[in-house]
């Protein structure tokens, strides 16, 4: 299906505002929690407690989520790709690198799914306009986090491989929901699914790598950090997203 381009209404570019601050939240959560919590732990906190709030927000809307296997088989690989491997990488990645620094290479998400759906697509093409947006949009967020963050670039390599891995994976999870619109599911059906499915892949990790019930109790700034990063930069993140910024229904 060909993409229909329009002109951006005042409120989309409010919201877009809006999720890049929710969004770019979640390092400053992560930098506090990832001193006290592991990072599959953390991420399970994540994802656990926004899936709670998106169900307990689905029930009140009066939805219920498919039971379907093909619509689960989906959301397991919407949780894999958008949450479990992307979280947990930026994570572990911030334990060793500031975070300023891992927001920047995190901000190469749209240059890498450019890549992607250039490459998986039939509809989303490169072009030297989209890609000159996005080189500026990646120099602007350099500016404004402070060039003093790119200091540390090159020094600790694994890490920042890992937190462009994310990047990569947030790219690919851009085009493997596109079907979500096909399939007929609402865009707060899809958070929600995914949420709940990358808590179920997590949850077997957490406890057999990190041992949680072995940690000590975090204060409560940490726990003020796990609420943030899961209920506004994960959970309302979703909502506003997946509400006005559904899936493509175009397919691959």
């Known amino acids: 299906m060909n993409q229909i381009n329009r002109r951006m209404r005042a409120t989309e570019w409010l919201l877009l505002i809006l999720l890049s601050i929710l969004w770019g939240g979640s390092f400053f959560f992560v930098g506090v929690a990832v001193k006290a919590l592991p ?11 926004a899936a709670l ?3 307990i927000v689905l029930r009140g809307m009066g939805l219920r989520m498919p039971r379907d296997g093909g619509t689960w088989a989906a959301f ?17 990645g911030q334990s060793q690198i500031a975070s300023g620094l891992a927001s920047i290479l995190n901000a190469t998400t749209p240059l890498f799914t450019l890549v992607v759906a250039h490459l998986l697509t039939r509809d989303e ?6 890609l ?13 986090i402070g060039p003093e963050s790119l200091k540390g670039l090159g020094g600790a390599l694994l890490p920042q491989l890992a937190v462009l891995g994310a990047a990569l994976s947030y790219a690919c ?5 596109r079907r979500f619109g096909r399939m007929g599911i609402t865009p707060l059906q899809t958070a929600t699914g995914q949420v709940s499915a990358s808590t179920l892949l997590l949850l077997p990790l957490a406890l057999l790598v990190d041992r949680p019930w072995q940690l000590a109790v975090p204060g409560p700034p940490v726990w ?7 209920l506004v930069s994960t959970a309302l993140a979703y909502i506003i997203y997946f509400r ?3 899936p493509n229904k175009g397919g691959l």
Request: aromatic share 10%; charged share 5%; hydrophobic share 60%.
């Open 125 to 130: 093409r490169l072009s030297g306009g989209k």
């Open 244 to 246: 006005f910024y559904p």
């Open 39 to 49: 990072p599959f732990t953390l991420v399970l906190l994540r994802v656990g407690l």
């Open 76 to 92: 397991f690989g919407m949780g894999l790709l958008n949450n479990m491997l992307p979280f947990s990488l930026i994570v572990w």
């Open 132 to 144: 000159a947006g996005i080189l500026l949009g990646l120099t602007g967020v350099a500016v404004i």
């Open 173 to 177: 999870a851009g085009v493997f929901g």
């Open 224 to 230: 003020g950090a796990v609420l943030g990063l899961a």
């Open 53 to 55: 709030a998106l169900h």
